[in-house]
């Protein structure tokens, strides 16, 4: 199983940004997939969830709004979207599948900055 991440990067507050994850070393268009995040001295935290089927979505409520998860089966990648961004969005990004267990990709870093 390989995840890896891309498209952080330095944004300033309003901004927006598209993470990528793409999957690999698995059947992707049959689990769920998700988007964590976690800032320096801070708990890793889920940040948006998506089905197998790409429906029923669910969101932090410090994103709602703001962050859209999609996926393309397709292209076994998982997408999050990031508009409206602020500061307190600065963080390292993660995108994880449970199979038998968690995968993690190695991450990816946004910083919304001024």
């Known amino acids: 199983v390989q995840l890896v991440e891309s498209g952080g990067g330095l944004v300033q507050p309003g901004g927006s940004l598209r993470l990528s994850c793409a999957a690999s070393g698995f059947t992707f268009s049959s689990y769920a997939m998700s988007w964590y995040r976690q800032a320096p001295g801070k708990e890793r935290e889920l940040v948006a969830a998506i089905p197998s089927t790409g429906s029923s979505t669910k969101y932090a409520d410090s994103v709602k709004g703001r962050f859209t998860i999609s996926r393309d089966n397709a292209k076994n990648t998982v997408y999050l979207q990031m508009n409206s961004l602020k500061p307190e969005d600065t963080a390292t990004y993660y995108c994880?599948?449970?199979?038998?267990?968690?995968?993690w990709g190695q991450g990816t870093q946004v910083t919304v900055s001024s």
């Open positions: 994880l599948v449970t199979l038998m267990r968690p995968f």
